[in-house]
């Protein structure tokens, strides 16, 4: 246990400041092909209802991901940390949302209906490291954890990454999820029976 969890703490720290240390210009035209990417899944066109994230630091910055869910006329649904969980809440605007507590974007309650795990068709999910085999580093505290048990089965989680967050191994307890596909600038990876499925772009 205290092995996985110092394995943990060196990958967050090892990434993280690989993640930093992109080029701003990099990052900007590497979201975009990647936003790009999930636009081209019939997953994405087949949704209705999606769970997408408000970027920070030097995440994948999926924003255009909300527009153009807004111009498609999908339901567009945002996170938001309440007494430790994760409860989402649908989104139709940019003025929709104030900096919270964590430093991130959320939704007000008292404009954004909210909306039930049950009700997605699909998460795009930031991360700080994955591996090829579905196996996702978060920050630490399980928010996307615990979220993601409550999901339908079979509701797609796509993980958005920049290639430079890919390790061999990412080490997990029992209750860490895997998702089903990561998204970079260079590869899609998913996973199947266990088994590593790459595609270069």
């Known amino acids: 246990m205290n092995e996985i969890a110092n394995e943990k703490r060196r990958l967050r720290a090892e990434i993280n400041a690989a993640r930093d240390g992109l080029a701003p210009s990099y990052r900007v ?16 066109h087949k ?15 999926v924003v255009l991901l909300w527009e153009e869910g807004w111009k498609s006329h999908k339901r567009v649904c945002l996170p938001r940390i309440e007494n430790d ?25 008292g404009k ?12 795009v999910l930031p991360g700080l490291a994955f591996d090829c085999f579905g196996g996702r580093l978060g920050y630490g505290k399980g928010f996307y954890d ?13 993980m958005v990454a920049f290639e430079a967050q890919k390790v061999s191994r990412i080490p997990v ?8 596909i990561i998204i ?9 029976g266990g088994e590593s499925n790459e595609a270069k772009l």
């Open 146 to 158: 615990r979220f993601l048990l409550n999901l339908r089965d079979g509701t797609l989680r796509i």
């Open 173 to 180: 307890y029992e209750g860490d999820l895997p998702v089903d």
């Open 85 to 109: 969980d994760l409860e989402i809440y649908q989104v139709s605007h940019h003025v929709d949302l104030a900096v919270g507590p964590w430093g991130i974007q959320e939704p007000l309650p």
């Open 184 to 192: 970079t600038e260079c590869a899609w990876y998913g996973r199947k």
């Open 29 to 44: 035209e590497s979201s975009g092909r990647i936003a790009d990417c999930v636009l081209k899944l019939p997953a994405w």
């Open 112 to 123: 954004c209906p909210q909306a039930m795990p049950e009700e997605v068709d699909l998460v």
């Open 47 to 61: 949704a209705q209802t999606v769970l997408l994230y408000a970027p920070i630091r030097s995440e994948v910055n």
